[in-house]
C-alpha cells in the first residue's frame, strides 16, 4: 500500500448518485458535469414503460436466485437473448454477467493451449486475463500496427487455431480498430476473428449495432461481445454469433454456468433501453458531434487527446501525480474526470479520460473544454 501511495497509484472510492440534470452527477455532495461514466446515450436514467407482458412481469423480478441452468432462467433472457442477435446480425447470443465475465468466459472456453493468440496491446484486461486463462500462446502487437500483425501472423508458427482479438474502440485512448485490414489478414491467414464492442454498440452503425456494422464486416467477425451497462445504461454483457458457438459457451463457459443470473429487473430494463436505442439515431449523432468539438477545442489549445476518434478523449499528461493535480484541479470546478494511470495505461501515458454522452448539452461542454485547458495552464504554471 505504501508503494502504491509513493508512486501515486493509490486509488479510493467516492459516494456517487445521480446528479439534478442528464449529464451530471452528485459527487461527495457536489454537483458535478460527469465526464466519467460510460453512459453514452444518456439511457441510465430511462423509464420506458414496457408494452411486452415478458418485460413487464420481469421488471417486478428481483433476484434469479439461481444460475440460468438450475432454475434462474426467466424468460426475459431468452427474449433479451433474441433482441441482441437481431440487432448484431447473428443467429444467437447470450448474456453475461459483465463484459469481464463475457471475456474471460469465452476465451477460457474456446481457446486451447495448443493456438496462438494475436492481441493488441492496448487490448482491455478480460481480454488479456481471458488469453491467459487459455493457455494459449500470446502475441501482442504494437497498438493498430497492422504491418507488426502481418509479419507475426505470416512468421509465428501454430500448431492448433490463430485468433485475432481486438478491441473495437479502445476504452482509454478513444481510437478505433482498424477493421477493415484487420479482416482482410484474418481471411488471408485463416485466423478466427473476436471483437470487443464494448464501447461501439449503441454508439456506431446502423441502429447502434457497432463498429463491426459500420463497415459492414460484421459477417466477417466470428464473436461478437456487447455490454449493456455502458451505451445501453443497464447491466451485463453479451456474446452474439452462431448458434452452435452460443450452445457450446453454454455448456463450457465456467463464468457464465457457475455464477446466479443476474436479476430479470435488470434484465428487462436492458430489453427497454436496447430497444428504444435502434431509434437514437439523433442523439448518437450528436454524441459524435460533441466529440469533434470537446477534441478539436484541446487540440487547438495544444493539448494531446492522442489519436482518439470517438466519443472517448483522452488528456494524455505522462506523470502520475500531474494526472491527480489535474483531476483534483476539475473536480474542484465541478467536472468529475479521473485520472487514469497504470497499470490501467501504459507507465509514462498517465491521463485524465473525458466519456461524452448524448446526454450532454454543447453549452455544458464548451465549458468543461474551457476549464480543461485553463486548469491544464495552471498546473503546467506551478510545474
Known sequence: MQQLQDEQLLRSLTPTRPGKRPGWIERAGQQMLDLASNDYLGLSRAAFVPDDPVVEDALHCHASTASRLVVGNHPIYPHLETL??????????????????????????????????????????????????????????PHRDMDFLEEALRSTSCQGRRWIITDAVFSMDGTEAPLPEVVRLKQEYGAYLMLDEAHSAGVYGPNGAGLAHHHGLHRHVDILMGTLGKAYGAHGAYIAGDRVLIQYLMQTARSWMFTTALPPSVMARAHLNVKASLNMQIEREQLHQHARMFREHLRQHGLDTGQSSSQIVPLIVGSNAQAVQLGQLLQQAGIAAVPIRPPTVPRGTARIRFSLSAAHTPQDLHWAAETVVQMWTVLRGKA
Not at 96 to 108: E, M, Q, R, V
Not at 114 to 137: K, P, Q
Open 84 to 141: 441482441l442477435s437481431q440487432l448484431k446480425g447473428t443467429e444467437d447470443a447470450v448474456v453475461f454477467g459483465s463484459g469481464y465475465a463475457a471475456n474471460t468466459g469465452t476465451l477460457a472456453a474456446l481457446v486451447s493451449r495448443h493456438d496462438v493468440v494475436f492481441s493488441d496491446r492496448l487490448n482491455h484486461a478480460s481480454l488479456i486475463d481471458g488469453i491467459r486463462l487459455s493457455g494459449a500462446r500470446l502475441v501482442r502487437y
